[in-house]
């Protein structure tokens, strides 16, 4: 089979060139996703163009990379320009003919997998493969209209505008797709209006992902999360219950960019446990991880957006060895609970400082065979290539 994968991921000696020009770029947890979707096609033998709107603002057209191919996925990069209206009429009309080149013969052997965030591309490219009868798959990684918007102090543009946006995005192609990959199942109740084939895949990680042959804990028990820094998505609670927990020889490391970043340096300045690294390298991250006593995920599930997520950071914690604590999101399915530790004595300051005073007084070794367990559980059951599998016979039906 031969896979268009629609995206703005890049290759990782492109997201390295980004990062060198552009330290403060983060967008991390979507580029793995969708890379590593691609690379478990190019494992179970299929072959893969990745079609890619990658894009630096304020670089645009002075930023762009050749043809290329990594991990025996080939890379094309869409020439974008810095003007917003233009950029958008170009992604429409160039996705338009690219698809329809791609799938106008032998298209019984071809499909176009596409991640929806890139409305325009996205348009022009479903707006063809409908016309030429092409496969569809659509892998939604967020529901548009309740991600929110970074690049904004106001963390409730996105929720104000959510419902009209997603309306207007159901009547124009997402109810166009042939074949859907969600990560809950509330996105197929909101999305899926006619009843077309999906699966749910809420996460997968790298089933090469190796771990040193010893590894060296911090001295003291460091708490970790990693991640985008807004209040809504529980760093107050969890700073507040940490400080409250008051465990000795303990710290809390807090990696990521946002609107919260400030207010981590008031905390820091406060009481030194609570350590604010800024954005680092995911070289780095993961380094802190593997050393790091227990990772964090305090994302709070009374939060409409949580029914429609499943944080790509929890499989990443659990691959790591390193025991995750993560609040029960209604996203996350059942099946996780068993092998990590859970916020489960109220979502309040004082919830979460009980649960951690729990959890860090466990003896070391206890702690050591909760995370490889987990570790072990995540890589035999979603692993890449498993995952990736799994599209391939929805494709199929």
Not at 47 to 60: C, N, R
Not at 175 to 186: G, P
Not at 358 to 385: F, I, S, T, Y
């Amino acid at each position: 089979m031969q896979i268009l994968y629609l995206s703005g991921m890049a290759s990782e000696a492109a997201i390295k060139d980004a990062r060198q020009r552009d330290p403060g770029f983060s967008n991390y947890a979507p580029q793995k996703f969708n890379r590593l979707v691609a690379e478990g096609f190019v494992r179970n033998g299929h072959k893969v163009t990745a079609l890619s709107t990658f894009y630096l603002p304020g670089i645009g057209h002075g930023y762009r990379r050749q043809r290329e191919t990594e991990k025996g996925v080939t890379y094309q990069y869409i020439f974008s320009l810095n003007y917003r209206p233009i950029r958008y009429v170009w992604l429409i009309v160039y996705c338009f003919i690219r698809v329809l080149l791609f799938g106008l013969f032998r298209k019984k052997e071809k499909v176009l997998v596409a991640n929806i965030l890139n409305i325009s591309a996205c348009m022009g490219a479903v707006a063809a493969a409908r016309l030429i009868g092409l496969r569809r798959v659509a892998v939604m990684t967020d529901m548009p209209g309740l991600m929110v918007d970074n690049s904004n102090s106001s963390e409730n543009k996105a929720l104000s505008n959510r419902a009209s946006f997603i309306a207007k995005m159901n009547k124009s192609f997402l109810a166009h797709f042939t074949h859907y990959v969600f990560l809950t199942k509330k996105m197929n109740e909101m999305i899926n209006i006619h009843h077309r084939p999906y699966i749910v895949m809420e996460g997968l990680v790298d089933a090469d992902m190796s771990l040193p042959a010893a590894i060296e804990k911090n001295a003291k028990r460091v708490v970790l999360y990693a991640g985008s820094l807004h209040e809504r998505y529980g760093l107050k609670l969890l700073v507040e219950g940490f400080l409250q927990a008051n465990i000795k020889d303990s710290e809390l490391w807090i990696y990521g960019g946002g609107p919260f970043g400030q207010k981590l340096k008031e905390y820091n300045e406060l009481d030194s446990r609570v350590v604010y690294k800024g954005i680092c390298p995911n070289t780095e991250v993961v380094a802190a991880e593997l050393r790091a006593t227990l990772l964090v995920n305090p994302r709070p599930t009374h939060e409409e957006f949580t029914q429609y997520s499943f944080p790509s950071k929890n499989v990443e914690y659990m691959v790591s060895g390193t025991p995750l604590l993560t609040t029960m999101l209604p996203g996350m399915p059942a099946e996780y609970y068993p092998h990590v530790f859970l916020f489960d004595q109220g979502e309040t300051v004082e919830g979460y400082a009980k649960v951690l005073q729990q959890v860090l007084c466990m003896p070391d070794d206890d702690l050591k065979e909760k995370g490889l367990e987990a570790r072990n559980w995540v890589l035999n059951n979603k692993n890449h290539q498993k995952q990736t599998e799994r599209i391939v016979e929805l494709i199929n039906r």
